[in-house]
C-alpha cells in the first residue's frame, strides 16, 4: 500500500511530503516529492501515488525525516536479491500473490 506523507514545509520554505510503501503498516521504502509531484514514485505506482494523495496524513517534522531514511526501491535495480524482494511484498500487498 502506498500512503502519502506530509509535515511542514521547512525552514526555508521547501515541502517535506512523501509518499511511502508499507507493509502490514510498516514502512518499507520512501519516495520524497520534492519538487517532481508525482513523478517521484515510479510510473507503476503512480495510479496509487495518485490516489494515496486523496488522504494525506500529517506527521511531524522529525517522523518525515525518518521515514526519508528509507531506501526507494528506485536505488534497488542494482541489487537483484532486493528487487525480487520488494516485488514480492508489493505482490503480497497489493494481494498479486
Known amino acids: 500500500m502506498l500512503a502519502y506523507f506530509t509535515a511542514t514545509n521547512d525552514s526555508d520554505g ?17 519516495w520524497p516529492e520534492s519538487y517532481h509531484g508525482h513523478h ?5 505506482l503512480r495510479d496509487q501515488a495518485y490516489q494515496a494523495t486523496a488522504w494525506p496524513i500529517t506527521v511531524t517534522a522529525a517522523t518525515y525525516a525518518r521515514l526519508c531514511r528509507l531506501e526507494s526501491p528506485a536505488y534497488w535495480v542494482a541489487d537483484r536479491e532486493q528487487m525480487v524482494a520488494l516485488v514480492a511484498v508489493a505482490r503480497r500487498v497489493w494481494g498479486l500473490a
Not at 521547501?14 to 520512501?30: E, F, I, K, Q
Not at 517521484?40 to 507503476?44: D, E, F, L, T, Y
Open 40 to 44: 517521484a514514485v515510479p510510473g507503476s
Open 14 to 30: 521547501n515541502p517535506r511530503r512523501a509518499w511511502v510503501m508499507l507493509d502490514d503498516g510498516r514502512p518499507v521504502a520512501c
